[in-house]
């Protein structure tokens, strides 16, 4: 059903030809059998294209995956984020459930529609904006909240401080948003919503968090207030061993072999394998950074050794028969005992 | 505002949310740094069955609002039965109020990963999914980067780190459907279909994601996993109460000075709570509140001391829930907030199961014309009958949840209705907003 042989019908043909290639990618990521899996995703593909999901996306997706377009129709009206009719370049959405609402945010709703002219799920004139209320964004703590394309766009927000928003956009700026990244256009962050990575540099490291996700930690902070006797080396009772360790004599790849090299080494090789010393294992830094004025421990040594002596003898016994794999062992086994397809 | 005093502070842990205070926590390097992976390199040495005896040791139960044993549902997968395990992550945080999931994904979403890879290999999952709320759109960037990341170092794919070990882990974006939070329907919507509740049994750890054994567990349930792995059961346990263990995100919002998110053990006491955000807002009494999100029955001032974990709550006769919090004060009407949470369940209604669907749709216009000052008597009749009967008699928890505000403010606020019905309080819906509602 999944193949790249499908006949395209002419409804259907327009968007294969430019979401095809996508469209495969996504269906790859469940597993072979269940590729209906992949809808809710391509139906956000779609969106990339038209901006909504008209007749034509919900034949794409319905022969991609090769079910009937009436099982398609049924998942694309089920769901708030499939839109119908056109939309506009920005998705403005409000908050107006009970606290954001009580707080202010259906006045900030109510200005917008009129100061913008349209209703709920309605589109300016001049494609910009497209408006909505919302239900709990799961922004309480900066209540009323507004989002651009889902992003978080104004906290604590007031009548002027969103229409101001959406004047600049009207004007084909892009303010910075409070929380989110960047803004782009809602076509661009359907593609995000389909399960890509956002292609913009830098978008990820967008958005620090503001004081209110903040507070209770920061109070805790500022009193010296943490939790006591956090070790992070407190031992697990073990009743038998760990596959690791029944697998020991087989190996691993090629890649972790690197790895392990890396951080878990025995000593007599760690020469030949590590690579240059630019890269220290995260047990080296974190101590480095606890305790800057001891030494660095020996990287050499004994990142995954660390772990406390059992105090009784039988289980020291049984540790001792059960090393830990993953080091020095030679490459060519892959046998994996978690294979179990 | 007020300071909050040394003991009460005391009574903070910050534990999955300390990373936050990291500004680059969301990145490899940085969350390494910070003990990230190192729960990871320690389970990975351990046998799953004695990880799964960690996390009932621990106590943890599930972040999501049920509060179930979570080391009991990964007991429940039947192993050795030769068929494909599943984790799914229930990350579509949606449940008015509450908003702790989210910062979590998005200034610490390796903590989530890391706490997934540790929860599929104790239940020998080779396929895990994050099922995030479509809205949730830039916990999803970073997400899906730390997803890459934890792939490009060997964290994620085939034989992590040398162990046999193999997991596949997707970031799959849900479309606007708050039922989805709904572990059945979330698993539906998963499939590809219209995010509507299963009948349960069989539960999903027998036949869940296509029909076979899956775990849903919380955002906050897998990120706390790392954290036991490395601490230790009896540390986690030295937090919060004996059968509600460890710390516990509580988002405080509304009428209070500081709204936020603030870490606490379970156990602490909304007037704790407000005393650590600086108390209510100046001007404003406490009237009523949400213990865990508007599906839980409201709870009013004289329950301010009511201890907030699983038992204490409930003993108050409400829900934990998803510790939201949401405060209203005396200048809050509490018909109108009903009202339009119900306006919000009608919407989100799947409509698979009639009370729900047709109950919720009569509520809302019921309310719609008590707020306009048309109502009569009759009416809080009507309501109580509609809740009453909408209560325990549909699939999933949204009816019940939808009925749970209606029958507490009757209970506790039946004079703010009669002030409406008798015309003391002025109508807050003009006709306008009427069409239709008769």
């Known amino acids: ?71 398609v129709g049924a998942v694309a009206t089920f769901y708030t984020m499939y839109k119908r009719r056109p939309t506009g370049e920005y998705l403005v959405s409000v908050c107006t459930n009970t606290l954001c609402n009580v707080l202010g945010g259906q006045e900030v709703y109510d200005q917008l529609s009129e100061h913008l002219g349209v209703g709920h799920d309605e ?58 990244a960047r803004i782009c256009s809602l076509k661009e962050m359907q593609t ?20 209110p996700t903040l507070r209770g ?30 697998n020991k004599g087989k190996v691993a790849t090629v890649v972790d072999k690197v790895k392990s090299a890396v951080s878990s080494v025995t000593p007599g090789h760690a020469g030949k394998t590590t690579r240059a010393g630019d890269v220290k294992d995260p047990q080296t ?49 892959t046998a994996r005992t978690e294979e179990a397809k | 505002m007020t300071q909050p005093r040394r003991e009460i502070l005391q009574k903070l842990t910050p534990v999955l949310t300390k990373r936050w205070l990291s500004p680059d926590a969301w990145k490899m390097d940085v969350y390494e740094r910070l003990d990230g992976y190192a729960a990871l390199r320690k389970a990975l040495d351990v046998h799953p069955d004695d990880l799964i005896q960690l996390i009932k040791d621990s106590g943890l139960r599930g972040r999501g609002g049920a509060g179930f044993p979570t080391g009991l549902k990964w007991g429940f997968i039947p192993q050795g039965d030769g068929k494909p395990h599943y984790l799914v992550i ?95 329907a979330l698993l539906d919507s998963l499939e590809g279909f219209r995010g509507q509740p299963r009948l349960r049994p069989p539960f999903p750890a027998i036949a869940g994601l296509y029909a076979s054994p899956t775990v849903v ?103 934990l829930g998803t510790t939201a919090m949401q405060i209203f004060s005396d200048q809050d009407c509490p018909v109108y907030a009903t009202w339009r949470w119900l306006e919000f369940y009608h919407h989100e209604s799947c409509g698979k199961c009639t009370p729900c669907r047709e109950g919720n749709y009569w509520m809302v216009r019921t309310y719609r014309r008590i707020l306009s000052g048309e109502g009569t008597y009759a009416d809080l009749d009507t309501l109580q009958d509609t809740a009453d009967n909408i209560f325990g008699r549909s699939f999933c928890g949204l009816g019940d949840g939808a009925a749970t505000p209606v029958m507490s403010t009757l209970k506790f606020f039946r004079q703010d209705y009669l002030d409406y019905i008798e015309g003391r309080t002025a109508p807050r819906l003009s006709a306008k907003a009427l069409v239709g509602a008769h």
């Open chain 2, 217 to 319: 567990n919380n955002v906050g349930t897998i990120a706390s996993v790392p954290y036991i792995v490395l601490g230790g059961a009896d540390w986690w346990k030295s937090m919060g109460t004996e059968k509600s263990s460890g710390p516990m995100i509580y988002s405080l919002s509304g009428r209070i000075a500081n709204p936020g998110q603030y870490e606490c053990g379970l156990g602490i006491t909304l007037r704790e709570l407000i005393e650590l955000a600086g108390g209510m807002k100046p001007g404003h009494t406490l009237k009523f509140w949400t213990p865990g999100g508007s599906s839980t029955p409201l709870l009013t001032a004289e329950h301010i001391d009511t201890a907030m974990d699983f038992e204490g709550v409930a003993a108050a006769g409400s829900i």
């Open chain 1, 1 to 71: 059903m999944t193949n790249t042989e499908v006949e395209f019908s002419p409804a259907a043909a327009p968007l294969a030809q430019r979401l095809l290639p996508a469209a495969l990618e996504i269906i790859a990521r469940y597993p072979a059998d269940r590729s209906r899996s992949a809808l809710l995703p391509l139906l956000h593909l779609v969106q990339t294209e038209e901006g909504h999901v008209s007749p034509n996306g919900v034949a794409f997706c319905a022969e991609v995956l090769g079910i009937n377009k009436a099982q």
């Open chain 2, 90 to 184: 229930n990350a579509d945080e949606g449940e008015p109020g509450t908003c702790k999931d989210l910062p979590l994904m998005t200034y610490d979403p390796h903590s989530l990963i890391e706490g997934a890879i540790i929860a599929s290999y104790a239940i020998r999952a080779s396929r895990a999914f994050i099922y995030i709320r479509g809205e949730a759109v830039h916990a999803a960037r970073r997400l899906r980067n730390a997803v890459a990341e934890a792939k490009a170092k060997g964290y994620l794919g085939e034989n992590i780190l040398g162990s046999g070990f193999d997991l596949e882990l997707v970031v799959h974006s849900g479309a606007g459907a708050y039922i989805c939070g709904e572990e059945t």
């Open chain 1, 192 to 211: 995000q919503l389909a399960g890509f990575a956002d292609p913009r540099e830098g978008a990820v490291a967008d958005g620090l968090a503001g004081a």
């Open chain 1, 285 to 333: 830094r974190t101590a480095e950074q606890r305790n800057p004025d001891a030494s660095t421990p020996d990287k050499t040594g004994t990142a995954d050794e660390k772990k406390p002596v059992p105090s009784n003898p039988a289980e020291a016994a049984g540790t001792s028969s059960n090393q830990p794999a993953g080091d020095g062992k030679p490459a060519g086994d």
């Open chain 1, 123 to 180: 589109t300016t004139g001049d494609g910009r904006i497209t408006l909505e209320h919302a239900e709990c964004l799961a922004a309480c703590d900066y209540a009323p909240v507004v989002t651009v394309n889902y992003d978080f766009a104004i906290d604590e927000a007031t009548p002027d401080t969103a229409i101001g928003l959406v004047e600049k956009l009207r004007a084909g700026e892009r303010p910075t948003p409070s929380r989110g």
């Open chain 1, 217 to 246: 930690v920061t109070l805790a902070q500022e009193h010296g207030v943490a939790v006591p006797d956090f070790n992070l080396d407190t031992p697990i009772t073990k009743t038998k061993p760990s596959p690791r360790e029944e």
